[in-house]
């Protein structure tokens, strides 16, 4: 069985994403914890309504970064996660906090990366005009947003678009391939090796997630 620790600054769809298709699917995996850094995460709500442990770091409570990350550190490892799941957490994270976790952290970015890293990434796209968007799944590394890709998923981008419509359809497909990519890892066929991901098919006769 493994251990998922999630992290999220704010509403946490991701992370409800992931937590029901864990129970649907019957992953081999538990939710250990849901961490946020803001006690007014709404998404704290729904975690603890599902029975999962609940923790809140403010990061205002620390006067450095390097001590908030030190802080959430060791609350993350009182958990002995196998996996740590970035779920809209808004923290640039310090080079050691990433390098702890290599190969064990995902996130999830609004845009089809390398394009658009950041803030605001619907309103870059709409701002250059570009006629697909999207979303990735990647590994953590220092390199704010640039990790090794493990999952995308594209969107057109409408005439008209507002950037709320635009945010609603690209979210549409997080909660897609985020869980998709979790399962993966769940399974162990999803690999960090060097700054290649590797991916190894499903056993023959296995049903792939939707
Ligand atoms: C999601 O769109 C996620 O991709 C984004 O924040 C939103 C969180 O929504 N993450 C980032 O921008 C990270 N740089 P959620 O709290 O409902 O999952």
Redesign the pocket.
Known sequence: MRSIVIL?S??????EAIVRAAQAEQWSARISAVISNRADAS?LEFAAAHGIPTEVIPNRDYATRHQFDTALRAKIDAYAPDLVVL??F?RILTTPFVDHYRGRMLN???SLLPSFPGLATHHQALAVGVKLHG?TVHFVTPDLDHGPIVAQACVPVLEGDSEEALAERV?EQ?HVIYPRAVRWFVEGRLLLEGARVRLTPAAVGATEAA
């Open positions: 999220i704010g509403r946490g769809s991701n992370m998404g779920a809209g808004m999830i970015h609004p979303a979210l997080e």
